[in-house]
């Protein structure tokens, strides 16, 4: 997140330099650069945060397995032995 608002006060370094370029007889490529670099910069901000909200689902998706992992053995080891008591149940019937 912190390389990505880096990048974000890049872009607005190389606008104020962009808008040191023009005169202020040319307003009209000044202010559609400025729409272009908040247009881009709004892209990248939104995919960023996207990144790190998926980044944290996975993250509590991970954390959420490796709790859950042995309650899951524990059942299915259950499961197991109770399949094992009907198989001989019906064996033997």
Do not use: I
């Amino acid at each position: 997140m912190k390389a990505s608002l880096l990048f974000l006060l890049a872009c607005v370094a190389v606008l104020a330099v962009g808008a040191r370029a023009y005169t202020p007889t040319e307003p009209e490529p000044l202010v559609q650069k400025v729409q272009e670099y908040t247009q881009k910069a709004s892209a990248m901000a939104k995919s960023a945060l996207g990144m790190v909200r998926e980044s944290e689902a996975a993250q509590h998706a991970r954390q959420w397995l490796a709790d859950n992992a042995e309650l899951a053995k524990q059942r299915l080891d259950w499961l197991k032995e109770q399949l094992q008591e009907l198989w001989q149940r019906a064996r033997t019937a």
